[in-house]
């Protein structure tokens, strides 16, 4: 089980700063849809640099032109990048294509995706690499959270890698671990935390005991 530390509203030089202390817990560095939007892929070429030995996802939630707008993340050298499950199949075939060109690979964030296990059947089909259970900010902040829709991704999902984001934190960390998806994500849960080194300890700690 991997943890992926998502980046979303910090500025560049505090984003690097974080990852610093943190890096010796985290396995993937996300660059964060906000962040995307602030910094562009200047981010994820910075990230790759700085942090060779890391993966590095671009959270791009791909919506139309699916091979080019991945490929803008591929090539500067990000290892994994999102397109949303709600859009088109040739759009998420094209980041596919684009994915495999590189060697790397696309996660499917499956925010608002009505009837996960049809779409899971469809997505698996189509080659998705990975499958991102995810209760976006807006609805976190209306109460919602991932573990059910983390308990039907792990049902259905038989071939495709399963990642869950969603307001997790150290203290819920194990009910999620325990469902055992291939890569836990935590953004305001480290970012946001008094102490973002004691908490990423935490979690990756509950990860492993979840083994
Ligand atoms: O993709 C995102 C928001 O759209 C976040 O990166 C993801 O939800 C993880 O952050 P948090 O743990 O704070 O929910």
New binding site residues.
């Given amino acids: 089980m991997k943890l992926q530390l998502?980046l979303?509203d910090l500025a560049l030089d505090d984003a690097l700063k974080l990852t610093e202390k943190v890096q010796d817990y985290i396995d993937i560095i996300?660059i964060?849809?906000p962040f995307v939007y602030q910094e562009g892929m200047r981010a994820v070429k910075t990230f790759k640099e700085r942090f060779p030995e890391k993966e590095i996802l671009a959270?791009m939630k791909i919506m139309d032109a699916g091979y080019y707008e991945s490929e803008e993340a591929l090539k500067v050298g990000a290892d994994y990048v999102t397109v949303l499950g709600v859009t088109d199949n040739l759009t998420i075939k094209g980041c596919i294509d684009a994915a495999e060109k590189y060697g790397k690979e696309i996660v499917v964030d499956m925010i608002c995706a009505p009837d996960l296990p049809r779409r899971i059947r469809e997505l698996e089909n189509l080659g998705a690499h990975s499958l991102a259970v995810?209760v976006?900010?807006d609805q976190?902040a209306a109460g919602r959270k991932p573990i059910d829709d983390l308990r039907v991704m792990a049902e259905h999902c038989k071939a495709a890698k399963i990642s869950v984001?969603?307001?997790?934190s150290a203290d819920t960390t194990p009910e999620y671990a325990a469902l055992k998806p291939e890569v836990l994500?935590?953004?305001?849960?480290i970012t946001h935390a008094k102490n973002p080194v004691k908490a990423a300890k935490e979690i990756k700690k509950s990860m492993e005991e979840c083994k």
């Avoid at 984001?165 to 997790?168: E, K, N, W």
């Avoid at 994500?185 to 849960?189: E, F, H, K, L, P």
């Fill in positions: 998502a979303d996300e964060g849809t959270d995810h976006g900010t976190q984001a969603g307001g997790i994500i935590v953004g305001s849960g």
